[in-house]
């Protein structure tokens, strides 16, 4: 295996493990399984790309729900696939130089967007709910990311300017 592709999965394990981190801190909500897994999935779109922070995410959000007892059980699946698709826009957004609009489309997507499927399968009545406590978590796990990318940033430049 070639060390460039080693160093991008390891980075992606690690990664993942800091979500696992995150996901035993519980935001106190309606629905339990929200807390701060995500915020390092969205941080990993700066030195991952779009596609591997988007892993990062999904096993934040399958450990959440391992660290909650799964309660909605197999719904999980979409959840955590839920998660990987807003990472990877996320990430996208980032590398395409989309500084402003990754925000506002992160927040709706995960925010708002993603709870949608739930209307449907569980109840109305869940998805208005929940819907607050899934956007305060979203919110909280945005903002952490805002206030710690531009360090990383700063820091995977500077290691890029590098000559090794």
Request: with cysteine.
């Amino acid at each position: 295996m070639e060390r460039q592709k080693l160093m991008s999965i390891t980075l992606t394990a690690m990664v993942a493990a800091i979500c696992a981190v995150g996901a035993v801190i519980k935001i106190p909500s309606f629905v339990s399984t929200a807390a701060l897994d995500s915020a390092p999935a969205f941080l990993s779109v700066v030195f991952l790309s779009p596609a591997l922070a988007g892993v990062a995410g999904l096993i934040g959000h399958v450990i959440t729900a391992m660290t909650s007892g799964f309660p909605f059980g197999p719904l999980h699946i979409i959840i955590a696939i839920e998660m990987f698709i807003v990472v990877w826009i996320f990430g996208v957004m980032n590398k395409r130089g989309m500084h402003f609009w990754k925000w506002p489309v992160a927040l709706l997507l995960n925010g708002v967007i993603a709870p949608i499927p739930f209307y449907f399968i569980i109840s109305p009545a869940f998805f208005w709910g929940s819907l607050a406590s899934i956007f305060m978590a979203t919110v909280i796990n945005l903002i952490i990311v805002a206030i710690v990318m531009p360090i990383l940033s700063k820091v995977f430049v500077r290691k890029e300017g590098r000559v090794n």
